[in-house]
């Protein structure tokens, strides 16, 4: 399968206006992105909504893969929280 990036990515697409604006870097065998989530990402009040963290945890491992030279498309994807993320801290 032929995969191509239009910059239109809803984690990181920098001409998708909605996009969560995640820039990945890579540090040795690391791979990360920072992001402080705001009022307009949260679920329930003062906590960021799941279906976010699901995508900041779906583009981290899409960047980690692509930092080795392969492409993947999540097929599937199983989350368990732990605990929940307030608004406003830096991930």
Not at 54 to 60: M, R
Request: glycine share 10%; charged share 20%.
């Amino acid at each position: 399968m032929k995969i191509s990036y239009e910059h239109h990515c809803f984690g990181c697409g920098e001409l998708n206006p909605f996009s969560l604006g995640l820039k990945f870097h890579q540090k040795g065998d690391e791979v990360y992105t920072d992001f402080i989530p705001e009022q307009r990402h949260q679920g329930y009040p003062g906590l960021l909504h799941g279906g976010i963290t699901s995508t900041i945890l779906d583009e981290v491992m899409s960047n980690s893969i692509a930092a080795i030279g392969l492409r993947a498309l999540t097929a599937r994807l199983e989350i368990r929280f732990r605990q929940s993320i307030p608004i406003g801290q830096k991930l």
